[in-house]
């Protein structure tokens, strides 16, 4: 009966007290959020009464409702276009994130390798030192007075003397133009030695580590090349580090081989020293995409790991031990503080080209570093927009980052456009494009959507809880991206 009434009320026009309001059933009561970010839970007669305009005026609920901007003819739009402004503040910043792949070498395996692959002692696939003194200056014609270089591969550390040149450089550069400057590896730490490790401390290198937790499953998708064990290398570059004072960060893509084990893999980065762990979803990309029945892991099954892990590590926190799953903590910075979290992925217009830009080896300039990796895995160099020779206005003026803007307008797309998690969302047309096989991709059927929908679920379903929000609370002010710094490292998407 309820449900009919229900349809009904939103069959009519809507009265003028119902401002612009996104809403999803979660259980027995309604999500309901608009463009500012605001998010309120209604129980369902409640949401009733308020799409019909008969909730009665000055309750407590009235006044939620006001205050969220969910009243059309109580709205503060002062304080409405305040929240807007700060959660798109991103879009007049320009590109302060630069992604720049080292090598395609790399001393482990990875389901996304590069096509063809790079063997240990070639070198054809490294950047040279003339390209990389080239991009030390290109990446400062950026008119953001923040810059984050991402220093990626294969693994960069093969490609040492030209990491350590990019660090050098880019670090005085930085000083000579008064810019704030932050810089980051990806590696497997598989080859580090205990003079790079005091490198990357001296430098202040922020380091994240793609480790897949249990060893069976770490070493079945990046075995070592040089016949060992690509778990127990990786673990000794990470205590190396750490003696070097440098705590790295844990990336963890879930596989098919992980589904039912995520207490093992929490257990896996806790006996590892992680008191943190960052969970993505796979590709349909180079290896993976041949292997995507042994390897591969839809929506469903993903959504189900997740919340069976971040349940997981919820049970650490209620236990007083502290560890957190960085990826949601992003998206509660969006959630409960209002601000930009720093990924580009999860914008109102993906980023890659208005927010980052990607250089590969040999000095191709993409708009983002999972366009670069998916030329590089799969061939596929469609976002391919030339090189730095082009100057930076024209890269990012490029046809492509307009393309990409336009497909990822999430006004623009039919599904996101009223979804109730469009406020804190964001679309990838890379991610479409391999998927799918088009930029605007088809989200209903769409595993990154269905992916996300899931996460969101897990997130909000928890918030209900005190406990858990005064928990989720902290996990986003641990992760909080404050205007003014250089954007978080380690937050685009792209193949690990």
């Known amino acids: 009966?309820?449900?009919?009434?229900?349809?009904?009320?939103?069959?009519?026009?809507?009265?003028?007290?119902?401002?612009?309001?996104?809403?999803r059933k979660i259980g027995p009561r309604y999500l309901l959020t608009n463009d500012a970010g605001s998010h309120l839970w209604l129980e369902q007669d409640p949401f009733l009464s308020f799409l019909r305009g008969e909730l009665e005026k000055e309750t407590p609920l009235w006044n939620d409702l006001a205050a969220g901007g969910f009243l059309g003819n109580y709205m503060n739009f002062e304080v409405l276009g305040g929240r807007w402004?700060?959660?798109?503040?991103?879009?007049?910043?320009?590109?302060?994130?630069?992604?720049?792949?080292?090598?395609?070498?790399?001393?482990?395996?990875?389901?996304y390798a590069a096509r063809p692959a790079a063997g240990l002692d070639d070198h054809q696939f490294d950047m040279t030192l003339a390209l990389a003194r080239r991009l030390a200056k290109?990446?400062?014609?950026?008119?953001?007075?923040?810059?984050?270089?991402?220093?990626?591969?294969?693994?960069?550390?093969?490609?040492?003397?030209?990491?350590?040149?990019?660090?050098?450089?880019?670090?005085?550069?930085?000083?000579?133009?008064?810019?704030?400057?932050?810089?980051?590896?990806?590696?497997p730490l598989a080859s580090l030695t205990d003079e790079q490790a005091a490198f990357l401390a001296e430098f202040k290198i922020a380091v994240a580590v793609p480790f897949d937790g249990p060893r069976d499953l770490h070493d079945s998708l990046r075995p070592d090349l040089e016949g060992g064990s690509g778990w127990e290398r990786t673990l000794a570059g990470v205590a190396r580090l750490r003696k070097a004072?440098?705590?790295?960060?844990?990336?963890?893509?879930?596989?098919?081989?992980?589904?039912?084990?995520?207490?093992?893999?929490?257990?896996?980065?806790?006996?590892?020293?992680?008191?943190?762990?960052?969970?993505?979803?796979?590709?349909?990309?180079?290896?993976?995409?041949?292997?995507?029945?042994?390897?591969?892991?839809?929506?469903?099954?993903?959504?189900?790991f997740y919340r069976e892990l971040l349940d997981g590590v919820l049970a650490l926190e209620a236990q007083g031990i502290p560890f957190r799953e960085k990826g949601a903590a992003s998206l509660l910075g969006k959630i409960l503080l209002g601000t930009d979290c720093g990924a580009v992925e999860h914008r109102l217009l993906y980023g890659g080209g208005l927010g980052e830009l990607a250089y590969d080896y040999n000095g191709d300039v993409y708009p983002s570093d999972e366009a670069r990796a998916l030329a590089s895995a799969d061939g596929d160099a469609l976002f391919r927009m030339g090189s730095t020779d082009l100057g930076f206005a024209n890269l990012v003026g490029h046809p492509t980052v307009r393309a990409l803007a336009v497909a990822s307008d999430l006004g623009g797309q039919p599904t996101c456009s009223r979804c109730a998690y469009k406020p804190y969302c964001g679309v990838s047309p890379?991610?479409?494009?391999?998927?799918?096989?088009?930029?605007?991709?088809?989200?209903?059927?769409n595993d990154r959507c269905g992916s996300y929908l899931g996460t969101f679920d897990a997130l909000f379903e928890r918030l209900r809880d005190e406990k858990t929000k005064t928990v989720f609370e902290r996990w986003a002010r641990a992760e909080e991206y404050r205007q003014g710094e250089p954007l978080p490292p380690f937050l685009s998407g792209g193949l690990l």
Do not use: C
């Open 138 to 187: 290109f990446i400062f014609d950026s008119p953001s007075s923040e810059i984050t270089l991402e220093l990626r591969g294969g693994d960069p550390l093969l490609n040492w003397d030209v990491l350590t040149f990019l660090a050098r450089h880019a670090s005085s550069f930085a000083g000579s133009v008064k810019r704030k400057l932050r810089i980051a590896a990806v590696s």
């Open 245 to 304: 004072g440098v705590e790295p960060e844990g990336f963890f893509t879930v596989t098919r081989g992980a589904l039912g084990r995520a207490p093992d893999v929490i257990a896996a980065y806790r006996d590892a020293g992680f008191d943190a762990i960052r969970v993505r979803a796979p590709w349909p990309a180079g290896d993976a995409r041949s292997r995507w029945k042994e390897i591969g892991v839809g929506a469903a099954a993903y959504s189900e």
């Open 1 to 23: 009966m309820r449900e009919a009434a229900l349809a009904q009320a939103l069959e009519k026009d809507l009265p003028e007290s119902v401002g612009p309001v996104f809403f």
């Open 430 to 445: 890379v991610y479409n494009r391999a998927a799918q096989g088009s930029l605007q991709g088809r989200n209903p059927t």
């Open 85 to 111: 402004r700060q959660r798109t503040k991103y879009l007049q910043e320009g590109a302060g994130l630069h992604l720049v792949a080292l090598t395609r070498r790399n001393s482990q395996g990875s389901p």
